[in-house]
Nanobody
Framework: QVQLVDSGGGLVQAGGSLRLSCAPS????????MGWFRQAPGKEREFVAA????????YYTDSVKGRFIISGDNAKNTVYLEMNSLKPEDTAVYYC??????????????WGQGTQVTVAS
């Protein structure tokens, strides 16, 4: 199974910044997209940002546009999420994920274990 390890979460004051990282652990794989989702307490998991390696296209949910930046290294299957001007409503567990091909890749995506981001008002 393809495994991802996400990190970089923590406690930050409103208006502050954090940088999340996601890297593979274990077997190598070929990824064609990577992204970040988040889940706040009592809410559904929601899309935050994604990068499509072919063409390096990036996508964001409206609530983070202009504040968050997704970037990464296709060759290393790593992805980052730079989060600026954080708001209390950004508080959630953030999960990285990838759509990949090859052994150990799931058609529904492969996910990291999650990293907690807490923004204090």
């Amino acid at each position: 199974q393809v495994q991802l390890v996400d990190s970089g979460g923590g406690l930050v004051q409103a208006g502050g910044s954090l940088r999340l990282s996601c890297a593979p652990s274990g077997r190598s794989f070929s990824s064609y997209a990577m992204g970040w989702f988040r889940q706040a307490p009592g809410k559904e998991r929601e899309f935050v940002a994604a990068i499509i390696w072919s063409g390096s296209s990036t996508y964001y949910t409206d609530s983070v546009k202009g504040r968050f930046i997704i970037s990464g290294d296709n060759a290393k299957n790593t992805v980052y999420l730079e989060m600026n001007s954080l708001k209390p409503e950004d508080t959630a567990v953030y999960y990285c994920m990838t759509y990949c091909t090859g052994n150990g890749c799931s058609t529904s995506g492969n996910w990291g274990q999650g990293t907690q981001v807490t923004v204090a008002s």
